[in-house]
């Protein structure tokens, strides 16, 4: 979980302890009610600036189902979905469907077909059209991810945080069939895993409340290799050119060759990593929780190109894409409740915004529009904005975590205990 979960009573000490870490980390007086940023730029660090934009979704045949398969859309988690060019508010709401559970974490898509797991560890399937759900299976107690999809194998792989209480411990990392949620293979995980898994081939990463990262399988579960890290992990695994990136709790992010877990790097963020995460332009971007900071390292090297202090919290992964107007650009949220916009390769800060509360889920992009959702019930509220301007350009009175996914034909947005399905109006 991204944070302890507070009574609603207590959310006057999460704002206190908020101010504390303001004072600590910002550079000025506390009295001023916008922060400060602080910024460390190492410009030698290498930057490989595309000419085309990162996007996430290629051409591919007509029969070809559209799909979304993992937790940030690609496997290097950059967040940006460019799709048809009425896919942009305004919207209207399709269907909607409702749960018990916060729903923490965004749907995957494989077709017409939804799958997503809520708080309380029961997974659905639903129809992306119709918001009939097809069958939901709960497996545990406690969860905090979204399933990765294998549509070759027709199978889906998901983390668990507990099979029988609210705290972690005593979980489980299972295969599921997409087809009918029955079981394909388990593997029990004592320390509980809240990981978003990432598939590689017929291999799958994720990690768990131990500190441990694993490469199991696909399709029998069998550990490959395993690595004991310093602190618990709980983000999700990203891969590009043969190397996984993930953070820890000790503030550690480490760079591992995907075939054998052998360490390529590693660098210090100085406090929790609970953000997955994101690689485009020969960089990682990350935040840190505790830190309350946003690094940008050397993929290769692990050298630090430039880190941002926001005064608050990051657990906000970033999105990045080559921003018209703007160049390659990183979108994140901080729970001082603003949205940020920061140049990829420098980390200048392009435009700021208010989303109202504080931020917690990723930011996600689609076509020019990108999408935070506020935290706590005193403004549980998604925002959209213009992604080269800053101006707001959406509104939606629900949302809490990681806002929207979108299909060619439609946004999904993650309330925090309802899915609704947007469609374009134009």
């Known amino acids: 979980m991204r944070f302890p979960r507070l009574p609603r009573t207590n ?4 704002s206190a302890f908020g101010a504390l870490l303001l004072c600590m980390l910002i550079v000025g007086a506390c009295g001023s009610s916008k922060p400060v940023l602080k910024r460390v730029v190492h ?3 290498v930057f490989k600036h595309a000419k085309v934009a990162v996007k996430v979704t290629k051409k591919k045949p007509a029969n070809h189902p559209f799909l979304w ?28 469907l409702s749960g018990n559970a916060p729903l923490e974490f965004p749907p995957d898509i494989d077709g017409n077909v939804l799958f997503f797991m809520d708080d309380h560890a029961t997974v659905n399937k639903v129809n992306a059209t119709t918001g009939r759900r097809y069958w939901r299976h709960q497996i545990g107690t406690w969860s905090a ?8 194998l027709h199978l889906m792989f998901v983390s668990v945080l507990s099979m029988d209480s609210d705290s972690p411990g005593d979980g489980q990392f299972v295969a599921l069939s997409m087809k009918t949620g029955q079981y394909a293979w388990r593997d029990p995980v004592a320390a509980g895993s809240e990981t978003s898994p990432l598939i590689w081939g017929n291999n799958v990463y994720y990690g768990d409340a131990d500190g441990h990262l694993y490469d199991v399988s696909a399709l029998t579960g069998k550990t490959i290799w395993s690595v004991a890290t310093d602190g618990p992990v709980k983000g999700g695994v990203t891969l590009s050119h043969g190397i996984i990136y993930v953070g820890n709790y000790a503030g550690q992010v480490l760079a591992l060759k995907a075939s054998s877990g052998a360490q390529v790097w590693q660098a210090s963020v100085g406090g929790h990593v609970y953000a997955s995460p994101t690689v485009a332009y020969g960089r990682v971007y990350v935040g840190s929780s505790t830190s309350g900071g946003v690094y940008s390292f050397s993929a290769r090297t692990g050298a630090l190109a430039w880190s941002l202090s926001t005064g608050d919290y990051v657990y906000s992964s970033a999105a990045v894409d080559n921003t018209p107007g703007l160049g390659p650009t990183v979108y994140f949220g901080s729970y001082t409740g603003t949205a940020y916009a920061v140049n990829a390769r420098t980390g200048a800060v392009d435009w700021t915004a208010d989303v109202g509360d504080s931020i917690s889920g990723a930011a996600s992009i689609v076509n020019n529009v990108v999408y935070f959702s506020g935290v706590y019930p ?24 990681t806002a929207t996914v979108a299909s060619p034909r439609a946004v999904y947005l993650s309330g925090h205990y309802t899915l609704y399905e947007l469609l374009p109006t134009h």
């Open 11 to 14: 959310l006057r000490t999460r």
């Open 69 to 96: 398969p993992i937790y940030g859309l690609n496997d290097a988690r950059t967040r940006v979905f460019d799709g048809p060019a009425d896919l942009e508010p305004p919207f209207k709401t399709g269907w909607k």
């Open 43 to 45: 410009p030698q660090v």
């Open 378 to 401: 005193s403004s549980i509220r998604t925002r959209g904005f213009n992604i080269t301007t800053g101006k707001q350009v959406f509104t939606y009175p629900d949302g809490a975590y």
């Open 145 to 152: 991810s979204t399933p990765a999809l294998d549509p070759k």
